[in-house]
């Protein structure tokens, strides 16, 4: 997970560096969303995936097998918050990801960075799915070493939540965010 940060990084600096290239204001919003996004994502895939570890007493992705059995709810928080670092939509990473190409799909000389974007897209699916999909093989399941904390995964599962919820509020989070700005 800490390495996915420097790929999720990489679409803040590609708006920062397109945005100082092109003075493109949309880039401000993406730029802006993608920090706030990629915040309480990473925060719940931390703390979910310190629950995982701390349940079954081991930080190997082997070990996980049937955590969606055992621990629902922190296996949910990791997946939920890896949705939105793919940008799955309505997520608040979809619409920062969708913010950063709408410029770059209006002209056909930036396609190139929008492949990119779709490439890094893909990483990131193949690394929370990895997780995900160890955590849902019942064949190789195996119980918790410790006793779940249903508090602390309904803590790792709340910053998930919030990402999601950015999709309502994205209009006056970035309103606000223009006028804090100014």
Do not use: C, N
């Amino acid at each position: 997970m800490a390495y996915s940060t420097v790929a999720q990084l990489g679409y803040g600096l590609l708006a920062l560096g397109l945005l100082l290239h092109w003075r493109e204001p949309r880039l401000d919003a993406a730029l802006w969303l993608f920090v706030f996004a990629h915040g309480l994502a990473k925060l719940s895939m931390f703390l979910a995936a310190g629950e995982l570890q701390h349940g079954f007493g081991s930080r190997r992705v082997k070990t996980l097998a049937g955590a969606g059995q055992s621990l629902p709810l922190a296996l949910f928080a990791f997946a939920l918050a890896g949705a939105s670092l793919i940008g799955l939509p309505p997520s608040g990473g979809f619409l920062a990801k969708w913010l950063l190409l709408q410029p770059l799909l209006e002209e056909p000389r930036r396609w190139p960075w929008v492949l990119g974007v779709l490439f890094a897209t893909l990483l990131s699916a193949a690394y929370v799915f990895r997780v995900v999909a160890r955590g849902f093989d019942r064949q190789r399941s195996r119980r918790p070493a410790r006793p779940q904390d249903r508090l602390a995964h309904g803590l790792a599962l709340l910053p998930a939540l919030l990402v999601w919820a950015l999709a309502p509020f994205a209009e006056p989070l970035l309103q606000w965010l223009d006028g804090a700005g100014r």
